[in-house]
């Protein structure tokens, strides 16, 4: 079954250090977004990206973070210089091709900032 | 600007027994409405949506959830529950379609549900 991967599963940086996670996303998906998770509580939106851009962003996703999709199959969000709040999980998920609403999430990337 | 609610933190069920799950939600436009498990240290698993159609829809491992309109809510719930079924429910609203509003899933603060043997 395909499935959204997402690495480094773990990252520990020190804080204003510049920090990638990388996800690649369900191949025929079309839809992207980051969502993070602070001590396994609420489910945070960042950014959904469409057709090659930022179709949406919520309040944290300020200019420290930025996303990109440099090849057609990896999509990462970059964090410019980290804080000991940005510390949390980060979820990559991906939609279908017909936007049927759901998404498929990876399995997170733990970020440690200290 | 969509929001969803979910009153309880934590739900505790003896196994077999029926279990309920809250949910309520605001939107301006017409809702889609998912359910999501998380098991510990894992992403989360889609289980089920509401879209359009009846409003009782089933999902994944037995799960099932009513849609109710006048009252904006949206109760995941099973008829007997697991041992297995423990983990983290969220709740997560979309407002409208695709392209109107509809790039961003807002996601419930989660219920812990403990079943016990």
């Known amino acids: 079954e395909p499935e959204v991967t997402q690495t480094p599963s773990h990252q520990v940086t020190q804080m204003g250090q510049e920090v990638i996670l990388r996800c690649v996303p369900i191949?025929?998906?079309?839809?992207f977004y980051w969502y993070r998770q602070i001590l396994g509580q609420k489910v945070e939106f960042l950014v959904s990206?469409?057709?090659?851009?930022?179709?949406?962003k919520s309040e944290i996703f300020d200019d420290q973070f930025s996303v990109e999709r440099p090849d057609g199959s990896n999509f990462t969000l970059k964090i410019r210089s980290t804080k000991l709040e940005d510390s949390a999980m980060y979820f990559c998920?991906?939609?279908?091709?017909?936007?049927?609403?759901?998404?498929?999430f990876g399995e997170g990337s733990r970020l440690t900032v200290l | 600007a969509q929001s969803v609610a979910q009153p309880e933190d934590q739900v505790n069920v003896a196994e077999g027994n029926p279990l309920t799950v809250k949910c309520t939600y605001s939107?301006?436009?017409?809702?889609?409405l998912f359910w999501y498990v998380q098991y510990p240290n894992r992403g989360l698993q889609f289980l089920l949506k509401?879209?359009?159609?009846?409003?009782l829809v089933k999902g994944s491992y037995g799960f099932e959830a009513e849609f109710n309109k006048s009252q904006t809510s949206f109760h995941l719930k099973k008829p007997s529950a697991l041992v297995s079924d423990s983990a983290l429910y969220f709740c997560?609203?979309?407002?409208?379609?695709f392209g109107t509003g509809g790039f961003k899933t807002i996601f419930g603060a989660g219920t812990r549900l403990f079943v016990k043997a």
């Open positions: 998920a991906s939609g279908g091709l017909r936007d049927t609403g759901e998404l498929f």
């Open positions: 191949s025929n998906h079309l839809y």
């Open positions: 990206f469409y057709n090659n851009e930022i179709s949406e």
């Open positions: 939107v301006s436009g017409n809702p889609y």
């Open positions: 509401y879209i359009t159609g009846d409003n």
């Open positions: 997560a609203v979309r407002d409208g379609q």
